[in-house]
């Protein structure tokens, strides 16, 4: 199985996401709908990413209630290892095929960034 590479698994709610998530930043996250328990394993059901801001990112997961339950996430030094972090979990978890996100990561519009796994930028 897949690692994240992210450490600890946190609620997605606002106080959680304060507590977790002490910094501005870009970064990465996945979430999950799954009810976390002692023997329960985290599931990946979404994979996502923020180029300035990943706190302010999770808050507005987390104002959309009974979508996801948890998260785990990681900062990121710049929006370009955001988006390479975004589509390695991305292809690592499933793509669309076992993940909600419904397409590849898309760069921001004015990057000639490339995933790293394919050729989808290529």
Not at 61 to 77: I, L, Q, R, V
Not at 84 to 92: I, Q
Request: net charge positive; glycine share 8%; hydrophobic share 30%.
């Amino acid at each position: 199985m897949p690692s994240t590479g992210f450490t600890g698994i946190y609620k997605l709610d606002a106080t959680t996401i304060d507590k977790a998530i002490t910094r501005t930043s870009a970064g990465a996250y996945v979430l999950t709908r799954e009810v976390i328990g002692n023997d329960i394993p985290f599931t990946v059901n979404y994979a996502g990413r923020s180029d300035t801001d990943l706190k302010a990112r999770l808050k507005q997961w987390a104002a959309k209630p009974g979508s996801y339950t948890h998260f785990k996430a990681g900062y990121c030094d710049s929006p370009k290892e955001a988006f390479e972090k975004e589509c390695g979990l991305y292809h690592d978890f499933g793509e669309s095929k076992l993940l909600d996100n419904s397409i590849h990561p898309q760069r921001p519009a004015n990057a000639s960034w490339k995933c790293p796994r394919c050729k989808i930028f290529g």
